[in-house]
């Protein structure tokens, strides 16, 4: 099935609607990094050379996995890793302007760490931002992406949003380029209900203040990634008087390899190599390095665990349970809480576990980008797994029928960009790559409009073909 026929205008009656070089939907870290790179560019060239360019947001304001800006949770990432020094070092934007800005420079500097709290660098993030607000609309989705030109060849596209959660009137946004950083969506296993006491470990710090009333005493964290240590060690923290049950099928949980070596699949060098590679070396290089970000966790947090296990184990008041090799098989809602029933891999044994919640540290999956482009989808290419074919410049492959430009950040791109896509580490890069490949989109736009002005011109100019 081909797509539906493109629309003429965005609003019934508007002649010349407004077009933008390019719509963002998510206000994330990358979309944001792609913000300033663009003002960047934007402030080194004429005003007619400038690229306009909007941004849409379901969030009331700027943020970044607030459930998780858990006290003393410092980031995985080099501070140099910011949204900009690695494309330029010189940027207003830095990690290190902001620190300067906040008059905690030589402060920081005194820690002689590479890596801020997670709460300073959501900071950062705010920060730069709040330079931004007259290019982005708050508390809005995208709820449609429609092609716009001539019969079969969609030159533009409008990108139709909703005020949320409230209810209101659709508007239309046109764009000649669209980039999808709609980040990431929580994974819950099959067959598993959220609710008040069943939930994914994103919304920690808004829901475990609300449990007021504990009557079991008890809690059960499900995983054993980053995410998962970093919960239960969280819970074990706040709540001294409840045991806290880490469920996962692994006999133990395993370290993140951050040796310098390995941190080169990091590398903006990597991407290249990895985009160049043949497929099965693809798949290889991702499984030889999924233990530096993927179910791992810090090894510093590991020993904290292990220590505290055993310090209890000497005290004889065992709070922190481990459930190693052990698997989650039901978890239901209780009126006073949540029980889960977990049996054993070795021994096949179940325990039945009443509790006040139940928190799901089970990872992400990528937003599907089909899921807003609906028809549209349709032109986008793939490869023989059903997967988008990607540029190196981050561009969706199209069928001719699609001439806008439509453009992809995070893990949608895992499989052609490799780890880094849904990563921090080179978002700067990113950013300055698909702001030039923008520019060089608008230079071709204006070089094949150059013939047709330049025939005009010479009518206009020959005698008697005036009016």
Excluded at 55 to 75: K, N, V, Y
Excluded at 265 to 280: M, S
Excluded at 306 to 333: D, F, W
Aim: aromatic content about 8%.
């Amino acid at each position: 099935m081909g797509m539906s026929a493109p629309h003429a205008s965005s609003t019934p009656g508007d002649a010349l609607p407004d077009i933008r070089d390019l719509v963002g939907i998510g206000f994330g870290p990358a979309n944001l990094a792609l913000a300033i790179a663009i003002r960047e560019h934007n402030d080194r060239r004429a005003s007619g050379e400038a690229l306009r360019a909007s941004f849409i947001e379901r969030q009331e304001d700027f943020g970044w996995h607030q459930g998780m800006l858990l006290e003393g949770a410092t980031m995985q990432v080099s501070f140099l890793k910011d949204l900009v020094t690695m494309r330029n070092p010189g940027s207003p934007f830095s990690f290190l302007h902001y620190l300067q800005d906040r008059d905690r420079l030589a402060d920081f500097i005194n820690q002689k760490s590479f890596f801020p709290t997670r709460l300073e660098f959501h900071d950062y993030f705010r920060w730069c931002a709040a330079s931004f607000g007259e290019l982005v609309d708050y508390a809005t989705e995208a709820v449609e992406v429609r092609p716009v030109g001539p019969a079969g060849a969609a030159d533009t596209l409008d990108v139709i949003t909703r005020p949320t959660p409230a209810a209101g009137p659709r508007r239309a946004t046109r764009t000649r380029n669209l980039v999808l950083g709609t980040g990431l969506r929580a994974r819950v296993p099959a067959g598993i209900r959220t609710g008040p006491h069943i939930w994914h470990n994103r919304d920690l710090l808004h829901r475990a203040p609300r449990l007021t009333a504990r009557p079991h005493r008890r809690f059960v964290v499900v995983g054993a990634g980053q995410s998962a240590a970093e919960t239960a060690d969280h819970l074990h923290r706040t709540f001294p008087d409840a045991e806290v049950c880490a469920v996962f099928t692994r006999y133990g949980y395993s370290p993140a390899d951050d040796s310098p070596f390995a941190n080169r699949i990091f590398d903006p060098a990597a991407v290249d190599e990895f985009f160049q590679a043949p497929e099965e070396v693809k798949r290889q290089l991702i499984g030889y390095h999924a233990n530096t970000n993927y179910a791992v966790v810090d090894g510093d947090l590991i020993e904290q665990l292990y220590r505290t296990v055993y310090q209890e184990k000497v005290a004889g008041t065992e709070r922190l349970r481990i459930l190693n090799t052990t698997a989650l098989t039901a978890v239901e809602e209780l009126p006073d809480g949540a029980r889960a029933v977990v049996r054993s891999l070795t021994t096949g044994q179940t325990l039945t576990l009443d509790c006040d919640a139940v928190v799901l540290a089970t990872g992400y999956r990528p937003t599907e980008p089909a899921e807003l482009l609906g028809d549209l989808a349709e032109e986008c290419l793939t490869d023989g797994q059903g997967r988008l074919r990607v540029g190196r410049d981050h561009r969706v492959e199209t069928t001719d029928r699609v001439r806008a430009g439509i453009y992809v950040q995070g893990a949608a791109a895992e499989h052609t960009h490799g780890i880094t896509a849904s990563l921090l580490s080179t978002l700067a890069v990113r950013s300055g790559e698909i702001c030039d490949s923008l520019l060089l989109r608008v230079a071709e736009r204006e070089l094949q409009a150059a013939p047709a002005t330049r025939a005009a011109a010479v009518a206009d100019a020959v005698p008697g073909r005036r009016g």
